[in-house]
């Protein structure tokens, strides 16, 4: 009963509207062609394969789920899945963003992530399947070897392979210093690899032909700790020579967890028993070369949550309208009913207008963070990559935690502008709270980014990137300062803007006495950090709107009213957020624990 319609007019809105990005990709060699009519295009299509394609497979993914086979250790997708990965292969869309040197068709980043958002609304758990092998193909193009960017990339670029990264094992998640599994050298220039991985999304299935796992492991000679991690390409068929598959690899499925959500997607149990890999990168500098995934998909996973709340946004909208019940507090709306339909009711259209907000403020996000990527890829210009590359890392953080953060708010409050029917399977909106659950947790949790938020990307660098993000909300502040029109937007988002700074100053003072300090600030740091970045794309939407609130398209009113929403009721939640952080670590740490 769910419905999703790609929202293609606000993409073209941030992209070409508020951004203006091809203004900038002609300035890139490696995207002079690229125009707005492109684009437009591609998204389109996307939308098609998103919304006709895959969408229909989410309810019937999430019911059936996947199936192992305990003789042979191979998992099956649910029911079409395997199909419409063949349409997404012969679509090209594998390539789209990917190096033409590898068969890639190089569009920006931003393109990519504008259709992933598409893909995640239609379907989070198939796109997972697809959407990991992005993740290995950058960290092989980074630091892969002649002969494996030679191997897999342009595999892996066609579709014909797909990827996925094995770090956590069952006695240590985030704290990879802690993993066991052993790579043994055979003197021919591969391992031997034996341990066990949990947790790992599209670890197995039969959509691809091949699978190629990024495998994190300890030489015999490596340190404790994370600096003596490798990574190793462990492919499920063995590669020969000439390039086709040779016998399979000793890394199989072990088992399936059973999950409240993303049932369509196969969460593995990886056995490797003396599995062959090689060596990427450099010995024992394997988190170095992780990372480059890590991050990918850290990124990848705020798209998630964005997909979700855009879904979820839509359908509750739909219900909202057409379900009548009791009358408006100020007098009968639908005076030829017998009740008003829900949407009248202020408290419906606070729970629709969040979703909304943090929807067209986590794309305004993600599309400028996608933009970065390109500017830190494609330019010309030295310090203009570094800067962007500056500000990925800052934001990365954000647009992982933020946004899922986000989705959770946004998804629960959508199934409860259905009353009793959200929490019944037909309608679909229990599924999107049930996946939504997961973005906080994995690829680090909340808490994790929130972590390297303050005390790597800001205390570690004296508040370097933080400050290159600043300067950026300055100059916008101090250009629409004297604009009366834009006070209501500016104002406020200059004061956070102070604030954030102070706030920072005090907990790095804090810190340097107690490091516990960073702890017991991060998350609420994190979600005020998050707001600065919204408001800033808010402000800036606000005044694209304005400029055009007159023109007859109704798209700018929305758009104005959204935005003033926003910074009424949402915005708000910063100064709770700040004093919670100031409270300090006291109140978490003086309990003995004897007492819990």
Known sequence: MAQYTPPLRDMQFVMHELLNVVDALKQMPAHAEVDADTINAVLEEGGKFAAE?????NQTGDEEGCKLDKTTHEVTAPKG????????????????STDPEYGGQGLPITVNQCFYEMLNSANQAWTMYPGLSHGAYEALHAHGT???????????????????????????????????TKAE??????????????????????LAENIIHLVLARLPDAPQGSKGISLFVVPKFVVNKDGSLGERNKIYCGGLEHKMGIHGNATAQMVLDGAVGTLVGEPHKGLQAM?????????????????LTEVAYQNAVAYAKDRIQMRSLSGAKATDKPADPIIVHPDVRKMLLTARAYAEGGRALAIWTAFQIDRELSSTDEAERKEAADLVALVTPIVKAFLTDNGWIATSHCMQVFGGHGYIKEWGMEQYVRDARINMIYEGTNTIQSLDLLGRKVLADNGAKLKKFGKIVQ??????????????????????????????????????????????????????CGHLVFAYFWARMAKVALAKVDSGDPFYKAKLITARFYFAKLLPETASLIRTARAGVKPLMEMDEALF
């Open 53 to 57: 394609v895959i969408f229909p497979l």
């Open 475 to 528: 100059a916008f502040v101090e250009e629409e300062g004297v604009n009366e029109n834009m006070q209501e937007f500016i104002n406020p988002l200059a004061d956070l803007g102070d604030k954030v700074t102070k706030l920072t100053t005090e907990i790095g003072m804090k810190a340097f006495q107690n490091p516990d300090e960073v702890g017991g600030a991060a998350v609420d740091y994190l979600r005020v």
């Open 291 to 307: 990372f480059v995934m890590m991050n990918a998909a850290r990124l990848g996973v705020g798209m998630q949550s964005l997909g």
């Open 185 to 206: 050298p055979q003197g021919d220039g591969t391992y031997k690899i034996t341990g066990q991985k949990i947790f790992i999304s599209a670890g197995e299935h039969d």
């Open 146 to 180: 002649p002969e494996q960017k030679a191997t897999y990339l342009p595999k892996l670029t066609a579709g014909q392979w797909t990827g996925t990264m094995c770090l956590t094992e069952p006695h240590c998640g985030t704290d990879l210093g802690l993993l066991r």
């Open 81 to 96: 899945f395997k199909e419409a990965y063949q349409k997404y292969v012969e679509g090209g869309w594998p390539a789209l």
